[in-house]
Nanobody
Framework: QVQLVESGGGVVQAGGSLTLSCAAS????????MGWFRQAPGKERQFVGYIAWRGELTYYADFVEGRFTISRDNAKNTVVLQMNSLKPEDTAVYYC??????????????????WGQGTQVTVSS
């Protein structure tokens, strides 16, 4: 079955960087639209960005402001979220998501079929 496992979260000072990885099994990330979402305490799950099902096309939420980059490591069947210039408001559990449909990508949680367990990112001020 499909499984997504996030890793790389932790505690970082404001202005610092973290790299999150999403290791996939049961699907091939190079042919799959993959999204990143986050959820802070008391808030709904929020779209962060996606990489399209084919190629390297990416799209990000406005709050990213050029700070984050999504990419694939096809040899490891992994999707990577590189986060720079982190702010305290970036504190959240970050989730990787995948769809088995041939979508370019989506900002909506309902368009994704599989989710990882999440990894905690805490940005201290």
């Amino acid at each position: 079955q499909v499984q997504l496992v996030e890793s790389g979260g932790g505690v970082v000072q404001a202005g610092g960087s973290l790299t999150l990885s999403c290791a996939a099994s049961g699907l091939t990330v190079s042919n799959t639209a993959m999204g990143w979402f986050r959820q802070a305490p008391g808030k709904e799950r929020q779209f962060v960005g996606y990489i399209a099902w084919r190629g390297e096309l990416t799209y990000y939420a406005d709050f990213v402001e050029g700070r984050f980059t999504i990419s694939r490591d096809n040899a490891k069947n992994t999707v990577v979220l590189q986060m720079n210039s982190l702010k305290p408001e970036d504190t959240a559990v970050y989730y990787c998501a995948a769809t088995m449909r041939k979508l370019w990508g989506s900002r909506d949680v309902g368009d994704y079929d599989y989710w990882g367990q999440g990894t905690q990112v805490t940005v201290s001020s």
